[in-house]
C-alpha cells in the first residue's frame, strides 16, 4: 500500500485527499491547522468539480446562489452603475461558499470513506534518500517516510522549494472583512458586486456560514495604494465600506514560469504548484478543480508516475492561460489613469459578450 504524505492543512489538502477516498492508499496529512475566514466564489467549473470530489455528500446544502453581477463605479462618496449581468439568464449556475463549511464538508467527505492521519506539525525540509524513498524532517527533528509526498504547501512552502528551486514571488497587499449588516444584506441578495474606486477595487457578495447570512468583502489597492500606511484610513474615509472591519493581509505570486511541477515523486499541489492573482475569483475554484482531474486519473491509471505526468501536462498549459488573463484583469481593475475609458467599455459589454468570456474562464 502506497504510503502519501500531504504537507499542509488547508484547502489544497483536503481537496487532493478527496481525490485517493477510493483507492487503497495510507494517507497522511502533516501541518498546522489554518483558521478559515470569510467565504469562497465558487463559479461553475468550482462547483461541477466539487460535486465530482464529494462521496455521497449534498454539495447544495452548503452554498448560496449569487444570480447578479454589478460592476460599479465609485468616486466621491457616489456609486455609479456600470452594468448589470443575470447569471442564470445564460444558464451559468454561480455560488457563494463559506470557507470554513466547504473545509469541514471535505474533511467529512475524506474522514468518512478513508482512514487519514493527521499530524499538527511542521515540515521544514523533503530529503530524498534512494530511488523512490522520501523523508519528510519536521520542526520537532522528525523523521517521517513516505512514497510518494503532495506539496499544498503554498507559494512559500519547502515542496516548492524542493520541486522548482529558489523562483522570484512577489507579495501584494489584500484586505478582507465580513459583515452581518442586514440591511446591506438585503440590499445585496444573491448579488456579486464589483466596485471601481480611485485606490483600488472592491468585491462583495453574501454567504452562509451556519445558517446565519453575512455579506464576504474583499478589497485590492492599485499600484499607487499598495503596500500604502495610509490605505486603511484612505477605506475608512469611502461611506460605503467605512463600518467594515478589515483584516490586512496579502497574497503570493511567483514571477517565474513554472516548467514543472513534479519531480522524485514529489507532487505540488494548489498554490504551491501554481500562483496568479486572484482577480478571476479562480484560486480555489481551480484548487477543487484540479482536485477532480487528479481523482479521475488516480482512479483509471495504475502508475503514478504516469498520474503525475498526465497532470502536470495538461495543468500548467492551462494555468499559464489563467494567470495571463489574470493579470491582464487586475491591471485593468487597478487602473488609476483613463478610468472614464474603462468605465465607458465597461458599460457597453454586451451579455452576449460577457457570456462568452465567463465561459472561457469557466469551462475550457
Known amino acids: 500500500m502506497k504510503k502519501i504524505l500531504i504537507i499542509g492543512n488547508s484547502l489544497s489538502a483536503w481537496s487532493v485527499a478527496s481525490a485517493f477516498i477510493n483507492k487503497k492508499v495510507n494517507i497522511t496529512i502533516i501541518g498546522k491547522k489554518n483558521n478559515t475566514f470569510g467565504a469562497q466564489q465558487l463559479s461553475p467549473n468550482g462547483f461541477r468539480a466539487l460535486k465530482k470530489i464529494i462521496q455521497n455528500g449534498d454539495v447544495k446544502n452548503i452554498v448560496y446562489e449569487i444570480i447578479k453581477f454589478q460592476i460599479n463605479s465609485y468616486n466621491n462618496n457616489e456609486t455609479k452603475?456600470?452594468?448589470?449581468?443575470?447569471?442564470?439568464?445564460?444558464?451559468?449556475?454561480?455560488?457563494?461558499?463559506?470557507?470554513?463549511?466547504?473545509?469541514n464538508f471535505l474533511i467529512k467527505n475524506v474522514k468518512n470513506n478513508i482512514q487519514i492521519n493527521e499530524i499538527d506539525k511542521s515540515c521544514v525540509g523533503i530529503i530524498h534518500r534512494e530511488p523512490g524513498k522520501l523523508e519528510v524532517l519536521t520542526d520537532n527533528n522528525e523523521y517521517i517516510s513516505a512514497d510518494i509526498i503532495i506539496g499544498c504547501d503554498g507559494v512559500n512552502g519547502i515542496t516548492r522549494k524542493y520541486v522548482c528551486g529558489t523562483t522570484n514571488i512577489v507579495k501584494k497587499q489584500v484586505f478582507r472583512g465580513i459583515s452581518n449588516d442586514k440591511k446591506k444584506i438585503l440590499l445585496n441578495q444573491k448579488t456579486l458586486e464589483l466596485n471601481f474606486s480611485i485606490y483600488g477595487h472592491f468585491v462583495s457578495y453574501p454567504f452562509v456560514n451556519n445558517n446565519k447570512t453575512y455579506i464576504n468583502y474583499v478589497f485590492i489597492p492599485n499600484r499607487l495604494f499598495q503596500n500604502s500606511n495610509e490605505i486603511l484610513d484612505k477605506l475608512k474615509s469611502i461611506s460605503k465600506f467605512s463600518q467594515i472591519d478589515w483584516n490586512d493581509g496579502h497574497f503570493y505570486i511567483y514571477e517565474d514560469e513554472i516548467q514543472t511541477i513534479h519531480k522524485n515523486n514529489v507532487l505540488l499541489f494548489g498554490d504551491a504548484g501554481f500562483s496568479f492573482e486572484p482577480h478571476l475569483a479562480q484560486v480555489g475554484n481551480n484548487i477543487i478543480e484540479d482536485a477532480s482531474y487528479l481523482k479521475f486519473l488516480v482512479e483509471n491509471t495504475n502508475s503514478y508516475d504516469e498520474i503525475f505526468e498526465n497532470f502536470s501536462r495538461n495543468t500548467c498549459e492551462k494555468k499559464r492561460k489563467l494567470k495571463s488573463i489574470s493579470n491582464i484583469v487586475g491591471?485593468?481593475?487597478?487602473?488609476?489613469?483613463?478610468?472614464?475609458?474603462?468605465?465607458?467599455?465597461?458599460?457597453?459589454?454586451?451579455d452576449q459578450l460577457m457570456s462568452n468570456f465567463f465561459k472561457k474562464i469557466w469551462y475550457d
Do not use: A, P, Q
Open 81 to 103: 452603475n456600470l452594468k448589470n449581468f443575470y447569471f442564470n439568464e445564460f444558464d451559468l449556475k454561480y455560488f457563494s461558499v463559506s470557507r470554513e463549511m466547504l473545509i
Open 331 to 350: 491591471i485593468t481593475f487597478g487602473i488609476s489613469t483613463l478610468t472614464k475609458l474603462r468605465n465607458s467599455l465597461v458599460s457597453n459589454f454586451s
